[in-house]
């Protein structure tokens, strides 16, 4: 996995649930973009995207999203993994807390790989200083 951090990146969030974001969408790039054994990469990047905001990209090389998953990826129990045990709540659970919790905004282009180059992008956009409200 690689990273490429903007040095001197400050956010003021929540972290556990930033970690749960980010856990989630690698995990998902590992069991969805890549058959067991096979080689890919994942790059994780986070950069200033405005005076306002922080940009975080989870980019994989792996087998790109279905077109026709596409439409719905973000609805529970959509998911290509059914035989694999999985639900389909993951990227569900991911944009409700970067939309609800985060005060943020999830996005994603994805295409079929052809040339071994990023073909899946998660992107997520979090103010820079959220008011962190107790739950």
């Not at 973000?74 to 985060?102: A, C």
């Not at 994603?108 to 820079?128: A, C, K, R, W």
Request: hydrophobic share 40%; net charge negative; with cysteine.
């Amino acid at each position: 996995m690689l990273e490429d951090i903007e040095a001197n990146l400050a956010l003021v969030s929540r972290p556990g649930i930033i970690s749960q974001v980010l856990e989630n969408l690698v995990v998902n790039s590992l069991n969805h973009g890549f058959e067991p054994g096979q080689p890919g990469r994942i790059e994780l990047k986070a950069r200033r995207f405005d005076a306002n905001q922080i940009c975080i990209t989870v980019s994989d090389n792996g087998s790109g999203i279905p077109t026709e998953m596409q439409k719905n990826l973000f609805e529970p129990f959509v998911t290509s993994g059914r035989g694999k045990g999985n639900i389909g709540l993951g990227l569900y659970m991911v944009n409700q807390w970067v939309s609800k919790l985060l005060a943020g905004k999830l996005s994603f282009v994805s295409e079929i790989n052809t040339s071994n180059e990023f073909t899946t992008q998660f992107t997520v956009l979090l103010p820079i200083n959220s008011e962190i409200k107790p739950t």
